[in-house]
């Protein structure tokens, strides 16, 4: 890698459902756009309840629908010394969000949810599959594909944090 590399967390509440996917998806996304050396990608859950723990089946079967891999992840909480680490945390919901900040602080513009790149009529919150039936994995699936370029295009444009 010859610069800093932007590093990216994708957040959720179990890191089995919904950042798991984020994370693949993003790596497809930089992948097919020739900029997969500027970043350094992975996910987290703001609980523990999941750690170590491969992504949910949903998840998996999904992104294999799609031709992604995202089987060999694992699951880990989130910890104080991310949020002095990363450059990005993309939250898939408005509770992710709020629960990063009892870690500590991470600057506004960098502490992102994924639905602020979708279409404005997605609303706010990548809904939780979890539990629920097989249609939810693809809802969120389409939700964080539509999405994630223009959060590329973001993180690009803002690039790592001054340290
Ligand atoms: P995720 O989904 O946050 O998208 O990984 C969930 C997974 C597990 C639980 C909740 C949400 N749970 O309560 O164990």
């Known amino acids: 890698m010859s610069s800093t590399p932007i590093r990216v967390t994708f957040l959720c509440l179990g890191n089995i459902c919904r950042s798991p996917l984020a994370e693949g998806i993003c790596r ?9 050396d500027l970043f350094d990608i992975d996910s987290a859950g703001t609980s523990a309840y999941h750690a170590g ?67 404005a009529e997605a609303g706010r919150d990548v809904p939780d599959p979890w539990g629920g039936g097989r249609d939810g994995f693809s809802v969120v699936y389409q939700l964080i594909d539509e999405a994630m370029p223009g959060f590329i295009e973001y993180a690009k444009e803002l690039g790592p944090r001054n340290r």
């Open 28 to 36: 497809a996304h930089v992948d097919a756009m020739g900029v997969a």
């Open 53 to 119: 723990d491969a992504p949910d089946p949903g998840s998996i079967r999904v992104a294999s629908a799609h031709g992604l891999d995202i089987s060999r992840q694992r699951s880990r909480q989130l910890v104080a010394r991310d949020l002095s680490e990363r450059d990005f945390i993309v939250a898939m919901d408005t509770s992710n969000r709020r629960n990063a900040l009892r870690l500590g602080a991470f600057p506004d513009d960098r502490l992102v949810q994924m639905l602020d790149f979708g279409s």
